[in-house]
């Protein structure tokens, strides 16, 4: 343990892992990247990553590899930390079995702050029905068939349920910048910086847009990450499905810059150097899938050597397409390995599952195929 601020929470080894208030550990904070621009006759600092790093007070003994955790759109780095429940969430649950962890705020967001330098600079929050539609109460909307599999959310998972509220006052207005890239990009800088000063390979976790930074993380740093889980990464490849069919994502996973094998050229547009092939579908439950031409398709090759997993859950409308975010990865010459929860006897969760009722069974299974 290097140079960590002590807080300690205080509490007995005995009660911790059933304390409210999760497993004891040290904290420190601190910002990575970010740059000044000159604004009037001054400078401020924009781009900056807000990282919160904690260490376990006890059983750290068996130094597994630290875990880098990076939230979704319109969240913030609480989404790991307790429950809107009330009960300890994945942090705690990995800070018990001794893991070191690491959780940021994506870059223009939350504690990574948003400096606009202008009136066309603005933030769009995700408003409630928004959030209970797509992740605390999708049976109500049924707006993916896997919808009304849903069982999981404590309490009614719409306005006006205190365990709602207190989850959607978590939620972080994202930035409206120009691109998608510019966002992924600063984040990327940000995690660059975490990687290179934790200085030894980790596990980097990415939920939802969050797992887009994770290629995107490794792209920049491949030596220094051991592996990948990608919870419901952002998806499926190249174009949108169930709730647009727009063009999006151009370099297969990401806006922001992959490299790949043959290398993109710089002075084409990238759409134009992909031979895409999509496969089509009637079936609202089973969405489109857009790949690489079988024929010498790209590779990432830096992410071919490291393990990554995807995991999707039964009634999340991520079931609709993240099996083609697979097939992509594979084409690319990554070696995933696949865990639908279902096939794991795990039903009824959607998006937001690790803040939902069963959320340290998931964790296990995640710390199972960490550990395997
Ligand atoms: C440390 O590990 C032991 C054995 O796995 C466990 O019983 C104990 O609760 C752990 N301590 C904490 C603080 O999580
Ligand atoms: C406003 O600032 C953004 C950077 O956040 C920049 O991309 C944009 O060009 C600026 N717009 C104007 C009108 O200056
Ligand atoms: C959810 O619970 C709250 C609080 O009890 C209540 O006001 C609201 O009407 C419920 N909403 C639905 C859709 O059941
Ligand atoms: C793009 O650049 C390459 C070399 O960098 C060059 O051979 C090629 O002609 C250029 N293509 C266009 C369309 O400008
Ligand atoms: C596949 O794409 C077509 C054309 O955009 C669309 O009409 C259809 O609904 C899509 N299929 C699914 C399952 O979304
Ligand atoms: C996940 O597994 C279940 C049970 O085997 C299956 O019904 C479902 O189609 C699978 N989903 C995907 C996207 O593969």
């Known amino acids: ?56 007070a006890f059983n750290q003994t068996s130094e597994p590899e630290p875990i880098i955790f990076i939230h979704g759109g319109g969240q913030t780095g609480t989404n790991w930390l307790n429950k809107p429940d009330g009960n300890p969430g994945w942090a705690s649950y ?17 504690r990574s702050p948003w400096t606009p330098l202008n009136s066309s600079d603005t933030l769009k929050a995700y408003g409630a029905r928004y959030a209970a539609s797509r992740y605390t109460a999708p049976e109500k909307f049924n707006f993916w068939p896997q919808a ?42 940000g995690l660059a910086e975490l990687l290179d000063r934790i200085g030894r390979p980790v596990t980097v976790v990415g939920h939802s847009q969050g797992g887009i930074m994770t290629w995107l993380a490794a792209d920049a740093r491949p030596k220094l990450v051991k592996r990948l889980v990608a919870l419901e990464p952002s998806g499926p490849p190249f174009i949108d499905q ?19 094998d043959p290398p993109m050229q710089a002075n084409v547009s990238v759409e134009s150097q992909f031979q ?11 969405g489109n899938c857009t790949l690489q031409d079988p024929q010498g398709p790209r590779q990432l090759t830096n992410l071919k050597d490291i393990p990554t997993l995807v995991l999707q859950t039964q009634a999340s409308y991520h079931a609709v397409y993240d099996w083609c975010t697979v097939e992509f990865l594979r084409q690319a010459g990554v070696s995933v390995d696949y865990l639908n929860l279902t096939n794991v006897g795990i039903y009824g969760n959607a998006h937001l599952f690790f803040l939902e009722e069963n959320s340290d069974q998931i964790a296990g299974v995640v710390r199972d195929w960490i550990e395997k």
Do not use: C
């Open 1 to 56: 343990m290097r140079g960590v601020t002590a807080l300690f929470l205080g509490l007995g080894v005995g009660t911790a892992s059933s304390s409210r208030l999760g497993t004891p550990h040290y904290r420190e904070f601190f910002y990575t990247s970010g740059e000044y621009v000159s604004e009037a006759s001054d400078f401020i600092s924009r781009g900056q990553v807000y990282v919160e790093h904690l260490v376990p």
């Open 94 to 110: 990995f800070l018990g079995k001794g893991y070191e962890v690491y959780l940021i705020d994506q870059a223009f967001r939350a």
């Open 148 to 189: 009304q599999l849903h069982t999981r959310w404590p309490g009614n998972g719409t306005k006006g349920d205190s365990i709602f509220d207190t989850y959607y006052k978590t939620t972080s207005p994202n930035a409206y910048l120009p691109d998608p890239a510019t966002q992924q990009l600063a984040v990327q800088a």
């Open 242 to 260: 169930v709730f647009s069919q727009g063009a999006a994502r151009k370099y297969g996973l990401t806006d922001a810059p992959l490299t790949y």
């Open 276 to 286: 895409l092939v999509t496969t089509g579908s009637m079936d609202p439950s089973i």
